[in-house]
């Protein structure tokens, strides 16, 4: 008995411990979606939603989460263009950290993350002039 209440609480602490954590928010309501990272950290806990993402979905022990990122540009015929930024939970993951897509109304980037909390920051991009610099810079 002892043997098979240790396995249960090893296997509900295993996968407690895979879970991710992300910010989980629509810049259309809440206006610190658009960049989280402008906020101290207690107005984050305040007022910005970090969801575990295994949290309320069946079937949850199958699907590896990540943390998501989406800036929607919404492109208007007769006046100026919106900007929309969602965070949230993904399973479903592209080959690539970025991707973007355009349609006719719209212009997306969607980038995936794999820490708790990334999708509050940009993605990092390092330039090759950027590089080239510094490295001009180590030598002169």
Known sequence: MKFIVTTVLLFACVGYGTAILCYECNSVNNSMCLDPTI???ESLNKYLRVT??????LG???R???CRKIVQTILHKHRDSDVRVTRGCGWVRSRRDCYKADNEDHLETVCQCFEDGCNAAAPA???????????LIKWC
């Open 125 to 135: 991009v390092i330039s090759w002039s950027l590089i080239t610099g510094l490295v």
């Open 39 to 41: 906020y101290d950290k």
């Open 60 to 62: 949850h022990q199958q």
């Open 52 to 57: 575990e993402c295994a949290e309320g979905v």
């Open 64 to 66: 590896d989460f990540f």
